[in-house]
């Protein structure tokens, strides 16, 4: 059994971030969506929050599972039973950042393998930050995240 994780602090998650986990769980048996806990990055929501979001996003995707974990992301699939990490690359500004993630995992499990899906055209310029940011001004968030993703965001920024 082919065992991945798409691990991201999804905070929250986007329409970016739907497209890998739906384009990645063709790829694997079961792809588990790793929501990091221990986020040095001040998130605005809450682990439960994302989680909550994240599942009820992947309710119809019969072979992806989303849980959270703290620590080591090698310790999390080692504790999954994977041997598959997933990120998405959106541009080579996420090249550094991805090698470095990569290849720090590479040095702790060598039976760790990363694959990076390349982000789809329109979903290149998309990060949590840029929507939390529109978001936060009072502007369209429509096109970039789901729209259960928005009722979220409505909540925490008491917008109508
Ligand atoms: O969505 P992000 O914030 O870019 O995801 C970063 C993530 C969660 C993949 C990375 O921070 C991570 O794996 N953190 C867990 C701690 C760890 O294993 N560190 C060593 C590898 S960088």
Redesign the pocket.
Known sequence: MRIAVY????DPATNGHLDIIKRSAKLVDKLIVGV?HN?S?NPLFSIEERVELLKSLTKDLDNVEVDSFS????DFLKEKNAEIIV?GFRAVSDFE?EL??AQ??YS?DNNIETICLITRVEYSFLSASIVKEIAMYGGDISKMVPNETIKYINEKFKRK
Do not use: D, M
């Not at 691990?7 to 999804?10: H, I, L, N, Q, T």
């Open positions: 691990p991201g602090s999804f990091l986020s990055k620590g080591l992301l090698v990120r950042y470095q993630i720090t995992n702790l």
